[in-house]
């Protein structure tokens, strides 16, 4: 398996996102206590035997408001029923984030105030069974606290212990900038935001991660794999993956590996076959004029995300 330098470590070049098997709305196999055992156990069990090192979580993956924190205490039992030794765990990196809020009535909102995050870290570090956090990542802003104060209470939970690497999610370049200006150069090791070809808006934040040796860990990567391009009857992915012999999947992760270094793909793949096709893609070596074709024949772009919006003042 390939391998990713992230911050102080280095994990498989392709990661797991693993929100779907907890996800209401995309009928995830670990909302049921037969599918659990049956279908998704075993699928990221297959993932860990193919070489993944690198699962992506967040607090606020679950079904529901009431049942905070699902997709977490599955990951950790995933982790824990999986058959290799305690040397292989250990080499899994499992990422969590917080900082978007549910309360009862389904009713969405987001805190960044420092009591919050330090008892959010700690109900995580629970959850997932661990004493310190490998990789802890800040959801979402608050747009009621200031910038400055949401990164110093960021900075505070690494300072007390409870993680051992931070990164950050949906910050656009301005943010990241000045998020790295406050915490100092490498302390901010990822940043996790939209990026596939149809949604394309954060190259800007993609520069400021390889110019910071901060890893990109695109969300959605393989949004727009399969949409009509305006020159053929199929997508631009499936015409080249007929020329790999790979899926359009396989090679959007492969062009978003060749896209930058700094990019770490996190599909949501949740069948073993999909995810040992995801994995497939770090065999596939785009030719610059297969990666050309691709750019050139791009799904049309999707809106800017509301999830960047509204966004937190500045200090003045």
């Given at each position: 398996?390939k391998?990713h330098k992230l911050?102080?470590?280095?994990?498989?070049?392709?990661?797991?996102?693993?929100m779907?098997v907890?996800w209401?709305?995309?009928n995830?196999?670990?909302?049921?206590?037969?599918?659990r055992v049956?279908?998704?156990l075993p699928?990221?069990?297959?993932a860990?035997?193919?070489?993944?090192?690198?699962?992506?979580?967040a607090?606020i993956?679950?079904p529901?408001?009431?049942?905070?924190g699902?997709?977490e205490?599955f990951?950790?039992?995933a982790?824990?029923?999986?058959?290799?030794p305690?040397a292989q765990k250990?080499?899994?990196?499992i990422a969590?984030k917080?900082?978007?809020?549910r309360?009862?009535?389904?009713?969405?909102g987001?805190n960044?105030s420092?009591?919050y995050l330090?008892r959010?870290?700690e109900?995580s570090?629970g959850?997932?069974?661990?004493d310190?956090?490998?990789?802890?990542q800040?959801h979402r802003?608050?747009?009621?606290i200031?910038f400055?104060?949401?990164v110093?209470?960021?900075l505070?939970l690494?300072?007390?212990?409870?993680i051992?690497?931070?990164?950050v999610?949906?910050?656009?370049a301005?943010?990241?900038?000045?998020a790295?200006?406050?915490?100092g150069?490498g302390v901010i090791?990822?940043?996790?935001?939209?990026?596939?070809p149809k949604?394309r808006h954060?190259l800007?934040?993609?520069?400021?991660?390889e110019?910071?040796?901060?890893?990109?860990l695109?969300w959605s990567p393989?949004?727009?794999a399969?949409q009509k391009?305006?020159?053929?009857n199929?997508?631009a992915f499936?015409?080249i993956?007929?020329?790999y012999?790979?899926?359009?999947?396989?090679i959007?992760?492969?062009?978003l590996r060749?896209?930058?270094?700094?990019?770490?793909?996190?599909?949501?793949a949740t069948r073993?076959?999909?995810?040992?096709?995801c994995?497939s893609a770090?065999d596939?070596?785009l030719?610059?004029?297969?990666?050309e074709?691709?750019?050139?024949n791009l799904p049309e772009q999707?809106?800017?995300s509301?999830e960047l919006?509204?966004?937190p003042?500045?200090?003045t």
């Amino acid at each position: 398996m390939k391998q990713h330098k992230l911050g102080n470590t280095e994990v498989s070049a392709i990661g797991l996102g693993c929100m779907n098997v907890s996800w209401i709305f995309t009928n995830g196999a670990a909302l049921d206590p037969v599918r659990r055992v049956e279908e998704a156990l075993p699928a990221f069990h297959s993932a860990l035997d193919a070489g993944i090192t690198f699962l992506d979580t967040a607090d606020i993956y679950a079904p529901t408001w009431d049942a905070f924190g699902h997709n977490e205490i599955f990951v950790a039992e995933a982790l824990r029923t999986w058959s290799a030794p305690k040397a292989q765990k250990d080499k899994v990196v499992i990422a969590t984030k917080a900082g978007i809020t549910r309360k009862p009535g389904e009713v969405w909102g987001r805190n960044a105030s420092l009591d919050y995050l330090l008892r959010a870290a700690e109900a995580s570090a629970g959850r997932l069974g661990v004493d310190k956090i490998s990789l802890w990542q800040h959801h979402r802003q608050d747009p009621s606290i200031e910038f400055e104060t949401q990164v110093e209470n960021l900075l505070a939970l690494k300072e007390r212990g409870i993680i051992d690497q931070l990164g950050v999610s949906n910050y656009d370049a301005q943010q990241l900038k000045r998020a790295i200006e406050i915490a100092g150069e490498g302390v901010i090791v990822s940043v996790q935001n939209e990026f596939s070809p149809k949604y394309r808006h954060d190259l800007d934040v993609l520069a400021v991660c390889e110019q910071h040796d901060i890893t990109f860990l695109p969300w959605s990567p393989l949004g727009g794999a399969r949409q009509k391009s305006v020159i053929s009857n199929s997508s631009a992915f499936e015409e080249i993956g007929k020329k790999y012999s790979a899926s359009p999947f396989a090679i959007t992760l492969a062009w978003l590996r060749k896209y930058s270094p700094s990019i770490l793909p996190i599909p949501g793949a949740t069948r073993t076959e999909t995810i040992l096709d995801c994995v497939s893609a770090l065999d596939i070596e785009l030719s610059g004029e297969d990666f050309e074709y691709l750019n050139k024949n791009l799904p049309e772009q999707a809106e800017y995300s509301s999830e960047l919006v509204p966004k937190p003042k500045y200090r003045t």
